[in-house]
């Protein structure tokens, strides 16, 4: 079972920058499709980018040309780069596979974006 764990959220202004991380424990890191989720309130969680075993990645319309997701196998974690943030990326930030494990939900890390 595959345990993960987000940090680097906080408070920040908008147009500023954010590098969230998610360190994973378990085994088969390497060959799983990694993503980056966020749920803000009164909102569903929606998928923002996805990292593929082999690097390439997707990115939902509304973060790309702003966010980078990248994985690093030999650490056993995905990031998620945040530029140009916007006071609607305000959410908490998780990671998980693709399709989402349900008990690999972890607690998240909160990102505000000021205007």
């Known amino acids: 079972q595959v345990q993960l764990v987000e940090s680097g959220g906080g408070l920040v202004q908008a147009g500023g920058s954010l590098r969230l991380s998610c360190a994973a424990s378990g085994s088969s890191f390497s060959i799983r499709i990694m993503g980056w989720y966020r749920q803000a309130p009164g909102h569903q969680r929606e998928l923002v980018a996805r990292?593929?075993?082999?690097?390439?990645?997707n990115y939902a319309d509304s973060v790309k040309g702003r966010f980078t997701i990248s994985r690093d196998n030999a650490k056993n974690t995905v990031y998620l780069q945040m530029t140009s943030l916007k006071p609607e990326d305000t959410a908490v930030y998780y990671c998980?596979?693709?399709?989402?494990?349900?008990?690999?939900w972890g607690q998240g890390t909160q990102v505000t974006v000021s205007s």
């Open positions: 990292v593929y075993n082999g690097g390439s990645t």
């Open positions: 998980n596979m693709w399709p989402p494990q349900h008990d690999a």
